[in-house]
T-cell receptor, first 112, second 114 residues
């Protein structure tokens, strides 16, 4: 099925550094979602974005819904060890076309 | 802790076995989903139930049979699976199918087919 272009594919950073990742699509979405998945667990919803241009924060996480509705980014400030995991973006269309289209994922590793 | 509960957490079965995966949520959500996730890949949608009726089947082989006994429960019946069906099976739920209703996932069942 269709997947969103998510980058980078992986990141190796030191604790305390800021992180930035993004997703782009050729299609317009009504909703952008960011999930984090730890090994052996299901994806956990981090941030949901519903409006073009919307900027939303959740603690150290900030995400924006692109003005064209075709992209989104997620920033993590002052990374800590528990930020390790795989981050997925997901786009969702209107009712009737509301299936989630997932990004390919960004694997975040923190170097001690 | 997730509010979507899946059992069992792990399942090993032979290709001739019949087993079922179970999913339960008590958030009052009326849409429930089954996803399949292979290692290092994003989840892939299999089925969507809306108000206890099957609304989307993503051309899933008939050896996977979903069932929604009530608004809180979702089952996935498995029969005659193939080794390539080994994966993490995730259940999710949302208030309804609308685009402003984010999906919440369970922790999945890790399925291994011998």
């Amino acid at each position: 099925g269709q997947q969103l272009n998510q980058s980078p594919q992986s990141m190796f950073i030191q604790e305390g550094e800021d992180v930035s990742m993004n997703c782009t699509s050729s299609s317009i979405f009504n909703t952008w979602l960011w999930y984090k998945q730890d090994p052996g667990e299901g994806p956990v919803l981090l941030i949901a974005l519903y409006k073009a241009g919307e900027l939303t924060s959740n603690g150290r996480l900030t995400a924006q819904f692109g003005i064209t509705r075709k992209d989104s980014f997620l920033n993590i400030s002052a990374s800590i060890p528990s930020d390790v995991g795989i981050y997925f973006c997901a786009g969702q269309g209107n009712f009737g076309n509301e299936k989630l289209t997932f990004g390919t994922g960004t694997r975040l590793t923190i170097i001690p | 802790d997730t509010e979507v509960t899946q059992t069992p957490k792990h399942l090993v079965m032979g290709m001739t076995n019949k087993k079922s995966l179970k999913c339960e949520q008590h958030m009052g959500h009326r849409a429930m989903y089954w996803y399949k996730q292979k290692a290092k890949k994003p989840p892939e949608l299999m089925f969507v139930y809306s108000y206890e009726k099957l609304s989307i089947n993503e051309s899933v082989p008939s050896r996977f049979s979903p069932e929604c006994p009530n608004s809180s429960l979702l089952n996935l019946h498995l029969h005659a699976l193939q080794p390539e069906d080994s994966a993490l099976y995730l259940c999710a739920s949302s208030w309804d199918r609308g685009s402003n209703q984010p999906q919440h996932f369970g922790d999945g069942t890790r399925l291994s087919i011998l």
